[in-house]
């Protein structure tokens, strides 16, 4: 790797969205008494979250050519 710097900031900023989407104010927005399909909100927004970090790590994370 010739220069890190810009993966390492992408880095951070995943880090620091991972962080606001696991934390209080974002769970409380989807901590309701409803559900979509059969399944609590805010279980589909913490696998739909859960997923979207790990698509976005992979994708900066995929070799580059």
């Known amino acids: 790797m010739k ?3 810009p993966m390492t ?9 991972g ?6 104010p974002m769970l409380a927005l989807f901590n309701v008494r409803a559900s979509l399909f059969g399944i609590p ?3 589909l927004y913490l696998f739909a979250a859960w997923a979207l970090v ?3 790590m992979a ?7």
């Not at 962080?19 to 209080?24: A, D, E, K, V």
């Open 3 to 5: 220069n890190s710097a």
């Open 9 to 17: 900031a992408r880095l951070l900023c995943l880090f620091a969205l």
């Open 19 to 24: 962080c606001l989407l696991f934390n209080y």
């Open 41 to 43: 909100v805010l279980y």
């Open 54 to 56: 790990i698509a976005l």
């Open 59 to 65: 994708w900066l994370m995929r070799k580059r050519d």
